[in-house]
């Protein structure tokens, strides 16, 4: 059949096992077999990590299903790295082993670029320093191969970069048309033939499935889309159905015609880059998925050669006038109107056909000779993709590749294999078909400007904190919706030129620097100024982007789709957009469908296969986190020694401090503060605990300069706490904690003195200038911006007394600044305080689109059982009865928006003590922590730690077994019953 090259999965627990786990070993008997017999064929190897620790995606392929959770004990990259000596071992001891793969599809969501890249580069040094000649094969983690392209630097040779296409995990690529498939197939071989000149790139996994009804494709007892029994997704087509599919013997002519089309596009296609490896080399009952049956049966070529793209590119060649005009679209454009081609210069399609026939007329059709095969009939016509053929549907089928760079290099004549031959590679893989796809479809880019992350270099080193480290250093180009936050230049000694995509520091950011004069150190993150590319699918290059269209001077139009040049306002002072008409009102940038009454939002969001990690959003696993809580903004009941040395009366919050001690004396004992409070060994611990994010608030005063009187230089250390995090696989939730005069009257807000907020409409101006400032720092930081999964608008605003009509212009804004500014996939999420109001009040609130597949949002709920003083004297087992009615409250309401509980603790009445106190905390910590992730966002601990009140300390309960650990273990039964 002629394969060069086998990939053969295998887990962590065959080479470095954990015996405390139920995995089985014995499997390396027989991999030595399958070497000794790759080398009796002359076949290379390549070597798969294929299952690590705790799991890299959460999917079957990698021996546990469920939570991401590598790399969140100390343990598994070390782990990881044995199995991977092991595998060097092994390739010393047989020479057809020719490749190790460091670890098969991390998946993005779920670690970080950044973790996983600091693993490939000990994986690299670690197998180098075992087996010298052996190559390294990196997967993209779902990325765009273009995010890859810094990976490997230039003495780090060697090294292949291995992407994943199917045409199978989402509604939209299981939509297609045939010819849509051979047009996708094509179009992905000509990005990887770019990205193939800058790093070696191999096509590590596909198949010939258009459809998911392989059993158990999609995790162990799931349906399939394509016939509308997975999850709650309807059939992809009215009456499709999965019987027969996945049996040649039942494919008709048409059928089975394409199918070797499909074969042979495909195969055409990862040959522009390095080759290509299919999955799998047989199956028990999946035939699309059988290289050796497919390959029997004729479908795939023997040899496997493939020219089909041909055709599809000399069909399109022909659809011109007489003028050489198109008189269709291309049909790759066609296919693709949504493809991510913001980092790409299209190059036109050059067809290997003449233009011109003989004597001047359009040559015929070419009718590739390896269409006819013995099931065909005589005389049968040969089928020919019809190119120029306009499709119906989006086709957006996408395997993580993604887009490759603007790069003109050309690719070398010879790239040199991974033995030394000039041969491409052409494998097909040993191992189980489960599950193992890449996520659903990366969900279409917002605005024409979303900017790709992989134009910032990202630094590796652990940064201390540094002068340089503030608003003062922000990039340009970071996309700002200059009507939505509106000109504050009389503002707080503010100056602003919000008419343009600069956003100017103001005054009082230039003396954060001043304010924090930490002996400085290198700054290795830069933001580039070039500008973002357009995202529009053209042959032609993208244009220079332009702003959001917008209709009145204080009025925002987002842009769904690529077209923003063709955006326009109309007689009603609609704007036209895909899909429909945003209205816009003429003195707010909130749109009609804002104040919409919500529907079902659960049937919208787009779960990834095999995910068992409960209701996740677009992406995003259970959150299980702490709050970072008496750091930023301090709270002197979390961190009395703060005050201790200040005489009576005492302060009772930061500003009262700030006043009494002045900026100087403030600042020095704050440095202090900031110093110690907060250390990498707790952030690891926490990581160890099973903890996934870390929300940290932070105050308004950090970017503007309200005049109030506080003190700031906390920046720094709020960067230096998310690069700890990062390192150690933790996501985090900045939280804008405060507002100017006080959005609830409490210390956490930074004054006492009232509820003020709204009653000026300066410190409503001030709260949107200073969540502008920001996002916009953390765009600009590729580590901050890759580790922030959501953003808390503004804490516990006490609706009652404010003017809610300016709370809800402030959330819209925000929202959409969060959702499409920062412009990542997933999303980030845009945390919506409730504001001490009932789930049911905000039922007719919630606005319908903040669940679609374009953006996320959470209502923030805070549960404690301390600030009633109806319920004080209350014995436990009613206590726990109110978190159990709290639960079903979640799971009920969560169908309308995702509810993340953002503050809990463990504090109780005395009542409920009653002498048993370390029973009674548990039993209370093990009804939360069962109720709060019904709400379907998860929840978040206030607080990680305290000076001298251990039942609001993560840490503390930890120490005294009041929090199980693992936090999925129970030690009472449970009590609700849901």
Excluded at 13 to 28: H, K, M, T
Excluded at 898 to 921: D, F, K, Y
Aim: charged share 20%; glycine share 8%.
């Amino acid at each position: 059949m002629h394969i060069n090259t086998l990939r053969i999965p295998i887990g962590y627990w065959a080479l470095a096992p954990d015996l405390s786990e139920p995995y089985v070993q014995g499997q390396i008997p027989y991999l030595r077999r399958i070497l000794d017999w790759a080398a009796a064929y002359n076949l290379r190897v390549i070597l798969d990590l294929h299952g690590v620790p705790g799991s890299q995606n959460g999917f079957d392929n990698s021996g546990r299903r469920g939570e991401i959770s590598w790399t969140k004990r100390p343990s598994d990259i070390r782990q990881s790295l044995d199995s991977l000596a092991v595998l060097a071992r092994l390739a010393n001891e047989h020479r057809s082993v020719a490749a190790i793969q460091a670890v098969n599809e991390p998946a993005n969501w779920g670690v970080s670029k950044g973790v996983v890249t600091q693993y490939y580069l000990q994986a690299y040094q670690l197998v180098k320093s075992i087996a010298p000649r052996i190559t390294l094969v990196f997967h993209d983690a779902f990325l765009p191969v273009s995010e890859w392209s810094e990976l490997v630097p230039a003495n780090m040779t060697g090294s292949y970069l291995d992407t994943h296409i199917y045409h199978v995990f989402s509604e939209e690529s299981l939509k297609l048309s045939y010819d849509s498939h051979l047009s996708k197939a094509c179009a992905d071989g000509e990005k990887l033939k770019q990205f193939n000149t800058r790093l070696p790139t191999i096509c590590g996994e596909f198949s010939l499935a258009t459809t998911d009804c392989a059993r158990w494709l999609n995790g162990f007892q799931r349906g399939a889309r394509w016939d509308g029994t997975y999850l709650t997704v309807k059939s992809v087509l009215p009456g499709s159905t999965c019987a027969g599919q996945e049996d040649l013997s039942t494919w008709n002519v048409e059928k089975r015609m394409f199918m070797r089309n499909f074969a042979m596009a495909q195969l055409q296609a990862y040959e522009k880059a390095n080759g290509w490896i299919f999955w799998n080399f047989k199956t028990e009952n999946a035939d699309m998925w059988n290289y050796i049956k497919l390959a029997q049966a004729g479908i795939i070529p023997n040899p496997p050669v493939g020219i089909a793209c041909l055709a599809v590119l000399a069909a399109a060649q022909h659809s011109r006038g007489p003028g050489g005009e198109p008189l269709h679209q291309n049909p790759l454009d066609q296919a693709f109107p949504h493809q991510y081609t913001h980092d790409i210069k299209r190059v036109p399609v050059q067809a290997r056909v003449p233009t011109r026939g003989p004597l001047g007329n359009p040559p015929p059709r070419l009718n590739p000779p390896i269409l006819r095969y013995p099931s065909v009939p005589p005389g049968a016509p040969p089928y020919l993709p019809q190119a120029a053929k306009s499709l119906s549907r989006p086709a957006v089928a996408h395997g993580g590749s993604g887009s490759p760079p603007n790069i003109v290099a050309q690719r070398p004549s010879k790239p040199k294999s991974m033995s030394g031959a000039d041969d491409i590679i052409s494998n097909t893989d040993f191992g189980s078909a489960l599950e193992f796809g890449p996520p659903s479809t990366p969900h279409p880019p917002l605005p024409a400007f979303k900017r790709p992350l992989e134009q910032w270099p990202i630094a590796l080193s652990d940064p201390q904190p540094s002068e340089k480290d503030t608003t003062t250093a922000l990039g340009d180009n970071w996309p700002v919706f200059s009507e939505i936050f509106d000109t504050i230049s009389a503002v707080g000694g503010a100056q602003s030129d919000l008419s343009s995509n600069s956003l100017v520091p103001t005054t009082a950011e230039t003396k954060v620097a001043a304010a924090s004069s930490v002996a400085p150190t290198a700054h290795t993150t830069s933001a580039t100024k070039s500008p973002p590319k357009s995202i529009a699918v053209s042959s032609s290059p993208a244009p220079a982007p332009a702003t959001t269209a917008m209709v009145r001077a204080s009025s925002a139009v987002l842009c769904y789709n690529a077209s923003c040049s063709a955006v326009g306002a109309n007689a009603n002072n609609d704007t036209q957009r895909a899909g429909g008409v945003i209205r816009v009102p003429a003195s707010k940038y909130a749109t009609d469908l804002l104040t919409m009454p919500t529907q079902d939002v659960l049937g919208d969001v787009r779960q990834e296969p095999g995910s068992g990690m409960g209701m996740g959003y677009h992406g995003h696993s259970m959150v299980r986190g702490v709050n970072i809580g008496g750091f930023l903004v301090p709270e002197f009941w979390i961190t009395p020694s703060l005050i201790a040395a200040i005489p009576e009366p005492k302060p009772n919050d930061y500003l009262q401090l700030c006043n009494r001690l002045g900026p100087e004396a403030t600042l020095s004992l704050m440095r202090q503060h900031w110093e110690s409070w907060v250390t990498e060994a707790e952030i690891q611990r926490l990581a160890a605990a099973g903890i996934t994010h870390l929300r940290i608030p932070i105050g308004h005063w950090e970017f503007v300069d309200s005049d109030e009187g506080y003190v700031r230089g906390g920046l720094p250390y709020f960067k230096r706490l998310v690069y700890w995090a990062n390192r150690h696989g933790l996501k985090v939730i900045p939280d804008m904690h405060t507002a100017p005069g006080s959005q609830n009257g409490f210390d956490n807000s930074g004054s006492t003195n009232g509820v003020n907020w709204t009653k000026d409409q300066r410190n409503v101006l001030l709260s949107k200038r200073a969540l502008q400032t920001m996002l916009k720092y953390i765009a600009n930081d590729p580590i901050i911006l890759a580790t922030t999964d959501a953003v808390d608008m503004l804490n516990e605003p006490f609706i009652d007394s404010l003017d809610f009509g300016q709370l809800w212009e402030y959330d819209t804004g925000g929202h959409i600044l969060i959702s499409s500014g920062l412009g990542k996939t997933p999303p980030v999420v845009s945390i919506v305080d409730r504001g001490f109001k009932e789930f049911s009040w905000w039922q007719s609130r919630w606005p319908r689109d903040w669940n679609s597949k374009y953006a996320d949002a959470w209502l923030d709920a805070h549960l404690y059982h301390v600030f009633d003083r109806n319920i004080d004297d209350w014995p436990l087992e009613s206590h726990l009865r109110l978190v159990c009615q709290n639960g079903r409250d979640l799971r009920a309401n969560s169908t309308s928006f995702p509810i993340i509980v953002g503050e809990w603790s463990l504090a109780l009445p005395q009542a409920a003590l009653r002498g048993r106190e370390n029973e009674a905390r548990r039993r209370f910590a093990e009804a939360q922590l069962d109720a709060y992730e019904l709400g379907g966002a998860g929840w978040i601990f206030w607080c990680f730690k305290t000076e001298a009140s251990p039942e609001w300390s993560f840490l503390d309960a930890l120490d005294r077994s009041w929090m199980p650990q693992p936090l999925t273990n129970r030690e009472f039964s449970p009590i609700c019953k849901y």
